[in-house]
Each structure stands twice: as structure tokens, then as C-alpha cells.
């Protein structure tokens, strides 16, 4: 079974370009997360999709960031346009659907590493 | 507000020897608890989660975390260290009341383990 898989796997703009980045979470699983770990800091939560409902947005920086996911498949974490500070490791995550907890852990995907210059 | 704090940035241990990483948590309610780890250009990879009952939690490559809810701790453990559980190990909390899908995660730990 695929794992989940994120595009590119590394990304260097210059300020102000705009940059996307794709994740493609394992087959089935409703729940998709973006996470970013910005250098030698804490992983930090930016939004959670149920299916392609934002259930939660709370973490999103500001509105340069841009997250959608079509169809409830494939999701896009858009910058524009980017700034230095958006520098940093962003990661995906799947879960199914749980019963009635939240305690199934997540999946993640091998990060994509964006660098603004 | 959830909070995971990993109080070391790294850990050094010789292979053959315990290793512990420590996390604490603070959250409102009651938590789930789980370790990650990020092996060199790898994603983040489940270790074990704490969901309830034995303390006692085991997980993959012979790590172990115990719950401490009186310290509001998880600390990871394993009795005898290889060189290949060098790696970055992330702590993470989810509250199972609010916003329970979340994670938090603490700052990481690199963990190296000399031959």
C-alpha cells in the first residue's frame, strides 16, 4: 500500500514568487493535515481537511497561504507570494476516520522542503 | 493551550546501553500521546501511541513509552541502543476533547547512538 506522498520533495524560490506544494494522502483516508517545522523548532499544525471540507484552518499563517483539496482526493498548499520566513519543512498527514475518538494516529508523508531566498 | 515540551535538544548514548528521550505535555483534559521519529531524508514514521489503560505502552523497533500522569510525562525508552535508532524523535499530544484531530508536537530530540 502507498504511503503518503508528497511534490516536490525540495523547493527553492526567491521572495515573492509563488510556490505549490501537493500531497497525495493514503487511499481511504478522509482526514488530511498540513504541518510545518520551521528550522530547529517545533512541528506546528496549519489545517485539517475532513474529505474536502476545511474542518479546521486555525494554524494557517496568514492569507498568503492557500490550501484546497478538490474532490476529496489529492490536496495543495499554495504560497503566494512567499517570504523568507515561510522557510521550512512542510509535511502531510493521513488518517482514517475514526469511530468516535480521535486516537488513530496519523501518516505522514516525507515532508517537502521549501527555501526562500 | 496543549504544549509538548522536549527538554533536550540531543541525546548521546553508546550502543548496547538504555536510552531514554523525555517528553512532558500539558493539556486541558485527558490526552493521547505518541512518538514519532524522522530518520535522515525520511517522512515522520509512528513509533507507539498512548490511548488508555497499561502505562506500559510498546511500539515498534523495541521502543517503549511510559505515562506518567502524575508527572504528565512520556518518556520514550529502549533497554539496548543501536546505531540505527540515530534519528530525530518528536513527541506529540492530541486532546481528546477539544479540536481532537490536532497534534502538538514538541521541538524534537536528535538522538545518536556511537558505536
Known amino acids: 500500500e502507498a504511503g503518503v506522498t508528497q511534490f516536490p520533495s525540495h523547493s527553492v524560490i526567491e521572495k515573492g514568487q509563488t510556490v505549490t506544494l501537493r500531497c497525495d494522502p493514503i487511499s481511504g483516508h478522509d482526514n488530511l493535515y498540513w504541518y510545518r517545522r520551521v528550522m530547529g523548532k517545533e512541528i506546528k499544525f496549519l489545517l485539517h481537511?475532513?474529505?474536502?471540507?476545511?474542518?479546521?484552518e486555525s494554524g494557517m499563517p496568514n492569507n498568503r497561504f492557500l490550501a484546497e483539496r478538490t474532490g476529496g482526493t489529492y490536496s495543495t498548499l499554495k504560497v503566494q507570494p512567499a517570504e523568507l520566513e515561510d522557510s521550512g519543512v512542510y509535511f502531510c498527514a493521513s488518517s482514517q476516520v475514526s469511530s468516535s475518538t480521535g486516537n488513530t494516529e496519523a501518516f505522514f508523508g516525507q515532508g517537502t522542503r521549501l527555501t526562500v531566498v | 493551550a496543549q504544549s509538548v515540551a522536549q527538554p533536550e535538544d540531543q541525546v548521546n548514548v553508546a550502543e548496547g546501553n538504555p536510552l531514554t528521550v523525555k517528553c512532558t505535555y500539558s493539556?486541558?483534559?485527558?490526552?493521547?500521546l505518541f512518538w514519532y521519529v524522522q530518520y535522515p531524508n525520511r517522512g515522520l514514521q509512528f513509533l507507539l501511541k498512548?490511548?488508555?489503560?497499561?502505562?506500559l505502552v510498546k511500539g515498534s523497533y523495541g521502543f517503549e513509552a511510559e505515562f506518567n500522569k502524575s508527572q504528565t510525562s512520556f518518556h520514550l525508552k529502549k533497554p539496548s541502543a543501536l546505531v540505527s535508532d540515530s534519528a530525530l524523535y518528536f513527541c506529540a499530544v492530541r486532546d481528546r476533547e477539544v479540536g481532537f484531530q490536532k497534534l502538538v508536537f514538541g521541538t524534537g530530540t536528535r538522538l545518536l547512538v556511537s558505536p
Open positions: 481537511f475532513v474529505k474536502e471540507s476545511k474542518q479546521d
Open positions: 493539556v486541558s483534559g485527558n490526552p493521547y
Open positions: 498512548y490511548i488508555t489503560g497499561d502505562n
